[in-house]
């Protein structure tokens, strides 16, 4: 069993900073990747970025320049620092891990609040 604890959301005023992290714990098979995905009101969940244990990045073109994931595989933890924050980035972000080798063996977290005023 895999435990995915995210923490560092909250409010912000536009233009400002936020870093996000997820600490994965358990049995965490690699190679994997790790990653956030951010689900607005009445919108579906969508990437915002990812990072495998190699350091593969993948971003949505909506945060690229702005975003900036990293990773500390010695810690199982991912972050994501968030800079110039537009209030269209106001969601609840949640942290997810899967294998690249094993089919189906994907974890999410509980989900950060973060909201970014106008």
């Known amino acids: 069993q895999v435990q995915l604890v995210e923490s560092g959301g909250g409010l912000v005023q536009a233009g400002g900073s936020l870093r996000l992290s997820c600490a994965a714990s358990?049995?965490?098979?690699?190679?994997?990747?790790m990653g956030w995905y951010r689900q607005a009101p009445g919108k579906q969940r969508e990437l915002v970025a990812t990072?495998?244990?190699?350091?593969?990045?993948n971003y949505a073109d909506s945060v690229k320049g702005r975003f900036t994931i990293s990773r500390d595989n010695a810690k199982n933890t991912v972050y994501l620092q968030m800079n110039s924050l537009k209030p269209e980035d106001t969601a609840v972000y949640y942290c997810?891990?899967?294998?690249?080798?094993?089919?189906?063996?994907?974890?999410w977290g509980q989900g950060t609040q973060v909201t970014v005023s106008s």
């Open positions: 358990g049995s965490i098979f690699s190679p994997n990747a």
């Open positions: 990072i495998t244990s190699g350091g593969i990045t």
């Open positions: 997810n891990a899967r294998s690249l080798l094993v089919y189906g063996w994907t974890y």
